[in-house]
């Protein structure tokens, strides 16, 4: 009996395994190889060269930058919406989480609208200070790390909050009984306790940055980073240093997981969720006046990005040159977008790859995360390891990869061609969406009792029914959830697109830039527009598919 | 009752600002919205004394002791200790110990550093602060534990964790919420006692909250009774049992049955199934001599069982027996709608049996309406 059902798990588990080696470990192993293929010469080309070490030196304190640069936001903004009441707080806290919606590309462009050169912040600045050029160059760390900061806060915020909506308030009271002042408090007692929170939205700000491609790529100037070395090397036909740059930028990433892993390795405690304690409303009436008149600075710097998209996508192309506010709108951005086919192209193209790969992502996170959670086997670390891995490749590898291993047919090698056909894009965004709609899965799956599986069977349904019936059922919020994440951030992929499409799969994102780079703003910023629609779409038909089905 | 020890000077130098003496609270009230928590509840405890706050879930018991510590602050009403008005000192400046319901033990420290965490602060050097700590695990029975992380405690030790970390910072009072509600029942009455010689050893004032009145039984000194925010009864264990001064007592204080009687002064005439009997009766302060409407606790130590039909007996038939160690208590129906319970030494009824009661000497609790 437990023999077969061990049998049955490998003969689940099989498919699935092969598949992740052949499309996540393989393309990394063949990237790895690729960097040796010229013995130690690609490696030492890298490191005699400047560009490179500038690039990797940039990339790092980039990430590090940002990391900072976001908890200094984010855990300030998580304890005054966490536990103060004030004024304004609701307004706040709706619009805390707003960059997170804003598609990674869209959030660059907007920044570029609002504080570049002529950006609306920017000009408006110059004429009341009366300057005869722009105050400051959207350019260089500071501008990325801005505009990281801006997206990428976010994580804080949401893990710190939720770290203190689970903070037992009771350790807070105990302190202050034992004669702790606010200070020694928040050192000694509700700070550390937050640790668990704080490190792992780091991670995730330092991984994400180190990733980043929009921001160095628009706002770089001269400046080198690894992501963009990566395409610069690439697009040069240098595949060798491609290579060897590819590997640097994933050891990075691995090296600062295992950083954070080994600073946080001391924690052996959970925080009791017994529910939060009730906000202090703030009574001094000048501490009000300046909380609520912060929260509004706080609430219009979020929104602004998404309002000068929109504003912006009603300008008429080219119009927009010297004046503080684009002078001409008109609906022709639109107009164009779907009558047009060479512009509705990239729509059709963006949808169908999101579609295609999240269906994807459901089918192979669902198995892999039923026999994760319900199946003890001996293959469960490894396919663990294997769905957590695109997470720790930053996706200019992944794509990169994909290049090197899809670009021919060789069956002996294991090797297809995708490269340069539609399929390729597809794929791409299936790798970097699996850790994501896999952990949603998994942690849907684990509130699950486990012997209700077990009941099913004695009750007599075969194992189909049982996992029709049963495990499905109790898989489907997190297959909700997971699927509307992959799709939103496959409709708007930038960085892995940038690496591998071509004119005929080209996405929304791909199109932004050229219209971009055209200086035809409005059409940009109508496809950005669009972006945030699709994005807003999606959402919606997820959460009525669920109260539907609930 | 022993008086405060002289010499607990508070080891950290900062101005006396909350005094010493008796915790008292001065009719304090506490609303929530329309919903009052506290009502105007008043009582004292002296140095070394122990009270119980008890009540049912909901009876204010927790909120009256939050305010004692300052976690809350009163609508109206005092808090005074010593004679010095606290009712806005913040806890943190109040210099009490406080063990709460689910110990509240800092998850990323180790038992050491939990102990010490009221010392460092108070800012006092580490090697004092660590020679206290192991005093105080030691007093509660934890020598050697210091270093261990709280999540390897059991409930019971985690208790003592909690206890030791109230107790080194030399408190003006202690507050205790449901210090014995979460160990399982073995240990619970060893901890009683161990509580009761603890508190005691302090000298200072003890207050905690229960819903258990055996543990109130087995602990407090005094025993302060909340319903519904309201202050029943204060007294020792005795008076409460004996002398309870409203039905809403008796019903909450010992088993017991309430049954209607006529007052007559010193004696009072309760009639089951015709069947008249005058009992010795104890009233309580302060009600008038003669109440129309009285009622008389029937305790299951004060009633005798009977397998004969005595004439000035109440009839009944037993309809549960259970053996309580060393007694066996049965459950009989009587006539009218009243059932009791009744402790007798035999074992030899059984249920279904029909027994007679009659009442022993007495005397009985007669409570007003």
Not at chain 2, 218 to 235: E, P, S, T
Not at chain 2, 256 to 262: D, K, Q, Y
Not at chain 2, 344 to 365: C, M, Q, R, T, Y
């Amino acid at each position: 009996m437990k023999a077969s059902a061990r049998r049955q798990s490998w003969l689940i588990a099989l498919p699935v395994m092969a598949l992740l080696l052949w499309t996540v470990v393989y393309p990394n192993v063949a990237v790895i190889a690729g960097s040796f293929e010229d013995g130690l010469g690609h490696w030492r080309e890298f490191a005699a060269s400047p560009a490179d070490r500038e690039a990797l030196w940039t990339s790092l304190v980039i990430s590090v930058a940002s990391v900072f640069a976001s908890l200094a936001i984010g855990v300030p903004l998580a304890f005054l919406l966490g536990r103060f009441e004030f004024p304004g707080r609701r307004l706040l806290r709706a619009v805390a989480t707003l960059p997170a919606a804003l598609p990674p590309l869209v959030g660059v462009i907007a920044f570029l609208f609002l504080y570049g050169e002529s950006g609306l912040v920017t000009r408006v600045v110059q004429r009341a200070l009366g300057m005869a050029e722009a105050p400051w160059r959207l350019k260089g760390v500071g501008a990325i790390v801005f505009v990281h900061a801006y997206t990428m806060y976010v994580y804080v915020f949401l893990f710190v909050s939720a770290g203190l909506e689970r903070f037992d308030a009771t350790l807070d009271e105990a302190a202050s009984g034992l004669g702790a002042n606010t200070w020694q408090r928040l050192r000694r007692v509700t700070l550390p306790l937050l640790m668990p929170a704080v490190a792992g939205s780091a991670l995730l700000v330092f991984m994400n940055a180190l990733g980043s491609f929009s921001a160095p790529y628009v706002f770089g100037g001269g400046l080198r980073v690894l992501s963009t070395q990566i395409l610069a090397s690439k697009t040069n036909g240098a595949m060798g240093l491609a290579y060897v740059e590819t590997t640097v930028l994933a050891l990075s990433a691995v090296a600062g997981l295992v950083l954070f892993r080994w600073l946080d390795r001391k924690r052996r405690y959970t925080l009791a969720s017994k529910g939060g304690r009730s906000r202090r409303t703030i009574r001094s009436r000048r501490i009000q006046i300046l909380t609520t008149v912060a929260s509004a600075v706080i609430v219009v710097a979020l929104v602004l990005p998404h309002l000068m998209v929109i504003l912006v996508s009603f300008a008429r192309d080219g119009a927009w040159t010297t004046q503080v506010l684009p002078p001409e709108y008109t609906f022709e951005n639109y107009r164009r977008l779907f009558t047009e086919s060479e512009l509705w192209k990239p729509i059709t193209n963006s949808v169908s790859m999101a579609l295609i790969a999240t269906a994807a992502n459901l089918v192979v996170c669902f198995i892999a995360g039923y026999l994760i959670v319900l199946r003890k086997f001996g293959g469960r670390g490894l396919l663990e390891l294997l769905v957590a891995l695109p997470w720790a490749i930053p996706a200019t590898a992944i794509a990169l990869g994909l290049a090197a291993t899809f670009n021919r047919n060789d069956l002996l090698t294991g090797r297809v061609l995708l490269v340069g056909t539609f399929w390729i894009l597809p794929l791409a965004y299936f790798i970097r969406d699996i850790p994501l709609v896999a952990s949603a899965v998994e942690s849907s799956l684990r509130q699950m009792d486990a012997s209700l599986e077990d009941a099913a069977r004695g009750l007599g349904a075969s194992w189909m029914m049982t996992m029709r019936r049963v495990v499905l059922p109790a898989a489907r919020p997190g297959l909700v959830a997971g699927g509307l994440l992959a799709a939103v951030t496959a409709v708007g992929e930038f960085v892995a697109s940038v690496v591998l499409y071509t004119h005929s799969n080209r996405p929304i994102s791909m199109e932004i830039l050229a219209q971009l780079r055209a200086l035809a703003f409005g059409t940009a910023a109508s496809y950005s527009v669009l972006l945030i629609f699709l994005v807003l779409l999606m959402t919606l038909a997820a959460r009525s598919f669920e109260e539907r089905l609930a | 009752m022993t008086g405060a020890p002289d010499g607990l000077a508070r080891s950290d130098g900062k101005d006396d600002k909350t005094g010493r003496g008796p915790l008292a609270l001065n009719g304090v009230t506490r609303r929530f919205g329309e919903f009052t928590a506290v009502d105007n509840v008043s009582f004292e405890v002296g140095p070394g004394e122990l009270l119980a706050l008890v009540g049912a879930s909901g009876s204010g018991k927790t909120t009256t002791l939050r305010m004692a510590a300052g976690y809350e602050t009163p609508d109206s009403g005092t808090v005074t200790l010593g004679g010095k008005d606290i009712t806005r000192v913040p806890p943190e400046r109040r210099g009490f110990g406080m063990v709460f319901q689910h110990y509240a033990l800092f998850p990323h420290m180790p038992v050491e550093d939990n102990v010490a965490f009221g010392l460092e602060a108070r800012r006092v050097s580490k090697v004092e602060r660590l020679v206290k700590a192991r005093a105080a695990l030691a007093s509660v029975g934890l020598e050697g534990a210091g270093s261990r992380p709280i999540q390897s405690l059991s409930g019971g030790e985690q208790q003592r964790v909690a206890l030791a970390r109230a107790l080194v910072i030399e408190p003006r009072a202690l507050l205790l919420d449901e210090p014995l509600s979460n160990l399982d029942p073995t240990l619970r009455h060893a901890m009683r006692d161990d509580l009761r010689a603890m508190l005691r050893r302090v000298g200072v004032p003890a207050l905690f909250v229960t819903h258990d009145q055996e543990d109130a039984f087995a602990v407090a000194d005094r025993i302060a009774l909340l319903k519904k925010g309201k202050l029943l009864q204060v007294g020792t264990p005795e008076e409460l049992y004996n002398s309870p001064i409203s039905r809403e007592v008796a019903a909450f204080i010992g088993r017991g049955s309430i049954v209607p009687a006529i007052d007559k002064g010193s004696t009072a005439t309760v009639t089951i199934g015709g069947v008249a009997r005058d009992l010795n009766v104890t009233r309580p302060k302060g009600v008038a001599p003669h109440l129309e409407t009285a009622f008389v606790v029937l305790r299951p130590d004060a009633l005798e069982l009977s397998r004969s039909a005595g004439v000035l007996a109440w009839r009944g038939r037993i309809t549960n027996r259970r053996f309580a160690g060393g007694v066996v208590v049965y459950r009989v129906q009587l006539a009218d709608g009243i059932s009791v319970d009744v402790e007798s030494l035999s074992g030899e009824a059984h249920e279904d049996d029909n027994v007679s009661i009659s009442p022993l000497k007495g005397p009985f609790p007669l409570v007003p309406a």
